[in-house]
């Protein structure tokens, strides 16, 4: 499983990294960094990825099997 990132529509509320901090991480700039882009989501991580794909505001997110 991995995650796209939209960082055209992310508005850099922080939700994600809040769900998911080993995934994602947010600037004081509202910049997103997400460490796993391109890459599958260890499996230890999947549940908060599912998570922080969820909770997103602007669905900037989106999971890919």
Do not use: W
């Amino acid at each position: 499983m991995r995650i796209e990132a939209d960082y055209n529509a992310c508005e850099g509320h922080g939700l994600c990294e809040d769900a998911a901090p080993k995934i994602f991480t947010v600037d004081d700039d509202g910049i997103l960094t997400h460490h796993f882009e391109g890459q599958d989501i260890p499996a230890e991580l999947q549940e908060s990825a599912r998570d922080s794909v969820a909770i997103c505001p602007v669905i900037a997110l989106r999971l890919v099997p």
